[in-house]
């Protein structure tokens, strides 16, 4: 199982190194982040679920929100009542613990540990449909904004991991195969997503992000939250709602992966606690290695490497 993970830690070391010693230049780790968000990842998720039979395991799905509502409640209380943070702050605490890298760590992670991604489009689709517009909202009101319906609603179709991903499940549900000419380059292309991703995560971590002094505890705590806290709610839920072990796996390992860059993201837009949350971007990305693979070694695979 541990063997699994070995081709996710050489693709992140090197990319480490790439960024140790500036060889791909100071812009790498924006620059080559950008190409498999906006290309590589939303190419290979279509290629892969046109040809997949979708079906979604609800209870495990459930599992996996129920785990997530219950650490995002905890990471707001955490940085609200414990760390004296504002309402808006506390969002971004919420989101730090509880909001999964779900695209450009999740899908290589899942495809290389599980064999497949079917899973994770579940989790995908429940963080932009479900918890993206909630954190927003609650950010306007933090911030004083008046909420915008539109603005939420149209926010999946300005992804284009979900836009990728939902062209796929389209021509899946619908049995219709597009011609050559057009899945040839989009697998050529969502090839490159996976080693792409990794050698970007490997470059992210060779990044300093200001004003981390004095708040590590907090990083700290919200990491743990991340790495231990919600991968152990999902194991509880998943054990109530009996689910096989190939499922649980698939569950724990979703609720293991790291914060989102989305949370810096938000919390940069927002000005709410952002050398919080990149701390905790930067600090469950490389620890998340090490949890990743204790969780697979535990539970075990279903998949060959």
Excluded at 79 to 100: C, D, H, L, N, Q
């Amino acid at each position: 199982m541990i063997a699994a993970f070995t081709p996710i830690w050489t693709l992140t070391l090197l990319g480490y190194l790439a960024g140790r010693f500036r060889l791909l230049g100071a812009e790498a780790d924006r620059v080559l982040g950008a190409f498999v968000f906006h290309l590589a990842m939303p190419a290979a998720l279509f290629s892969v679920l046109m040809r997949t039979r979708l079906s979604f395991s609800w209870s495990a799905l459930g599992a996996f929100a129920a785990g997530t509502a219950v650490t995002m409640a905890l990471g707001a209380v955490l940085s609200r009542r414990f760390f004296g943070r504002k309402p808006g702050e506390a969002t971004i605490g919420a989101m730090s613990a509880g909001y999964v890298n779900s695209a450009n760590l999740g899908i290589p992670v899942t495809l290389q540990v599980l064999g497949d991604a079917t899973f994770l489009t579940g989790v995908l689709l429940f963080q932009v449909m479900v918890i993206t517009p909630l954190v927003l909202a609650l950010l306007d009101r933090g911030a004083d904004r008046r909420l915008r319906p539109a603005r939420l609603a149209g926010l999946p179709l300005r992804n284009p991991v979900i836009l990728g991903l939902a062209a796929g499940a389209l021509c899946s549900a619908s049995g219709w195969q597009p011609p050559t000419m057009i899945t040839g380059p989009l697998a050529l292309l969502g090839d490159a997503a996976v080693p792409a991703a990794l050698v970007a995560l490997g470059l992210s971590l060779t990044v300093r992000g200001p004003g981390l002094a004095g708040e590590r505890a907090e990083v700290l705590a919200l990491s743990a939250l991340k790495l231990l806290v919600q991968p152990l709610l999902a194991y509880l839920f998943g054990l109530l709602a009996q689910l096989r072990p190939a499922e649980l796996l698939a569950l724990v390992v979703c609720a293991a992966l790291p914060t989102a860059q989305n949370a810096y993201i938000f919390a940069r837009e927002y000005g709410q606690a952002d050398s919080v949350a990149r701390g905790a971007v930067i600090t469950s990305t490389a620890l998340s290695m090490l949890t990743l693979a204790v969780i697979g070694w535990l539970l075990g695979s279903p998949a060959a490497p």
